[in-house]
């Protein structure tokens, strides 16, 4: 599958919403964890061996489960084979908890399922939809019927 | 650079609904070191937008996609193609390529220019930002509302349920109708009981849903008046992750703000 790798590498240099080094452990046979610089930006986690600019791989956030594993460590694994687990080691508890809230939010389809509770709490409060004033309520991405996971 | 391609053409095209698809041209770049000019021709590829991602498919029915755009950062044009209802997406990147694609009609072109250019995570995170402040307001508007919020000690269901001489409630219908009838209803809520819309002037409220039994239950003996300072925390925290648990929390305090409000009504104000 082709695609714009350029962007995607113009994209891991943007601000992160979130950015630490990590050990971690790519699903194949034999890997161990290592550490990394794992950079969080919009649903995308990019990580990078520490010294080096550009990053080794792009992980995509949708559809993918985020799971706790024991102490200080979280994978995560995509809803097609959920055995691959990409494992992180953090340096505390913390930390761990920290990077799994943020990651289960990483996602456009968890930013569009807020958005459409949001609007429709807002409209039952107030009467109103609030999307209306930008001119986007017609569209289908914020549409509560069209995107029942 | 690795990406998780498998995931991503999965995602492609699993069972999610996309935002945006359809048939389009997509011109082939091609450079001649001696001509200053793009060979034009163009390939049909079935376009699917999802979030931020657009895919291109060979055909509708291909079960993987040939490629990919990741849109975040982009900016889509009209172009002035020598074909007729061209764009192009473009990269604020001084040497990028721009992806000129062809519709197939004025329609179909503004609703993929329309559609793509508000695609991005970026745009999607500021809406709901916005939204989030829009709430927050809104919960506070009503707390002021409210002037003698008189939360007893009793259950919130037995409060509800004992409350007389409810008007008629068509002085806000849009809260109202929506108020129970989509509880049940959406993906936010597995198993949500659907509570039965108002019957016409019904004179007693609808029935809590069981799960909102329970999580009023558990706010009993609260001793805040009106609303509790956690109503106008941000919803979208770490302690709030699961929708059903949002629901339940904005599901006590509507249930008591309507019930200010009907008593408002009642007093004439």
Known sequence: ?149 | MKLNERSVAHYATCDSPADHAGFLRKRVERHHHHAHHYSTSYQRRWFVLKGNLLFYFEERESREPVGLVVLEGCTVELCEAAEEFAFAIRFDDAGARAYVLVADGQATMEAWVKALSRASFDYMRLVVKELEKQLEEACKSLAACCKSPRRSSSSGRKRHLSNPALLPLQEKPSILENGYSTWGSGGCIPGGAACPDHDGGQAKPPPLPPRRRSATGSATGSPAPGLSPAMLESPVSPDTICFSKLHNWYGQEIVALRREWQERQKRGH
């Open chain 1, 1 to 149: 599958m082709r695609y714009n790798e350029r962007e995607l590498l113009s994209l891991a240099r943007q601000p992160a919403e979130k950015a630490a080094e990590i050990r971690m452990s790519v699903p194949k046979k034999g890997s161990v964890l290592k550490k990394r610089l794992v950079k969080l930006v919009v649903n995308f986690l990019f990580y990078f061996r520490t010294d080096e600019a550009e990053p080794i791989g792009a992980l995509l956030l949708e559809h993918c489960r985020i799971t706790k594993e024991e102490e200080n460590v979280f994978s995560i694994s995509f809803i097609e084979e959920p055995e691959r687990k990409y494992c992180f080691e953090c340096a505390s508890e913390q930390q761990c908890q920290e990077w799994v809230e943020a990651l289960k939010r990483a996602s456009y389809e968890f930013l569009r399922r807020s958005l459409i509770f949001y609007r429709n709490e807002i409209q039952k409060m107030t009467g109103k939809d609030p999307l209306e004033q930008y001119g986007i309520s017609e569209e289908a991405r914020f549409q509560l019927g069209t995107h029942q996971q």
